[in-house]
Structure formats: structure tokens, C-alpha cells
């Protein structure tokens, strides 16, 4: 059984940084592949990032790459997300989500696949 919890969103305005963090409970979260998700109000939720239990490979979603990085402290039982310049279209909940499935996978088949562990989700909102 694996916990999540995120922290770290709130109102910024474009152009801004943040970290987002997702702590984990358990002792096996080295074992899990993490990532995020996010879901912007009206829209269908989205992947945006995952890490292998290394933290050696990793994967974005085409609109993040460049301004997005996850990385992952296994000695902490935590994963990141720093966002770098942040647009409007940034906005949304976003969700750390932990799983066995490998990181390729998740960036082929994003939400259409079901993961195994969810946090209740950060709020992120960018104005312009």
C-alpha cells in the first residue's frame, strides 16, 4: 500500500516557477515508477511526467518538456516536479500517481491506462 500526498500548488502568475512535491508513504515507494498527472477544469485529465524507481529515465509530455522537470529522492520517499516558466495553460490539479508500469507506457498511453496509486491532487493556477 502506497500514500500519497502533494503540496506546493498555488496561484502564480505566468512566467513564475514552482516546485510541487508528493511524499510517499510505505517502504517499497523505490520500487514504483512515479509521475503526474494533471486535469485543467472541463478538460480530460493528462499526463505530464514519470520517473523509473532510479530516476534514470524519464518522460514529458511534449507542452512541458524544456520548462518541466521530475526527479525523485528515494531516501526521502518523495518525488518533485519543478515547473519553470508557467503558462495560463498550466492550470490544474495536479496529481502524483505511483505504479509498476513501466515510464514508456505511461507517455504512449497516458490516462488511458489505470494506475494503481493516486494523491488527492494540488491546485495550480497561472493568470496571465
Known amino acids: 500500500q502506497v500514500q500519497l500526498e502533494e503540496s506546493g500548488g498555488e496561484l502564480v502568475q505566468a512566467g513564475a516557477s514552482l516546485r510541487l512535491s508528493c511524499a510517499a508513504s510505505?517502504?517499497?515507494?523505490?520500487?514504483?515508477?512515479m509521475g503526474w498527472f494533471r486535469q485543467a477544469p472541463g478538460k480530460n485529465r493528462e499526463f505530464v511526467a514519470v520517473t523509473n524507481p532510479s530516476g534514470s529515465t524519464v518522460y514529458y509530455r511534449d507542452s512541458v518538456k524544456g520548462r518541466f522537470t521530475i526527479s525523485r529522492d528515494n531516501a526521502e520517499n518523495t518525488v518533485y516536479l519543478q515547473m519553470t516558466n508557467l503558462e495560463p495553460e498550466d492550470t490544474a490539479v495536479y496529481y502524483c500517481?505511483?505504479?509498476?508500469?513501466?515510464?514508456?507506457?505511461?507517455?504512449?498511453?497516458?490516462?488511458?491506462?489505470?494506475?494503481?496509486?493516486w494523491g488527492q491532487g494540488t491546485q495550480v493556477t497561472v493568470s496571465s
Open positions: 510505505g517502504r517499497t515507494f523505490d520500487r514504483y515508477h
Open positions: 500517481v505511483a505504479d509498476m508500469t513501466p515510464p514508456a507506457t505511461w507517455y504512449r498511453w497516458g490516462p488511458k491506462l489505470q494506475y494503481q496509486y
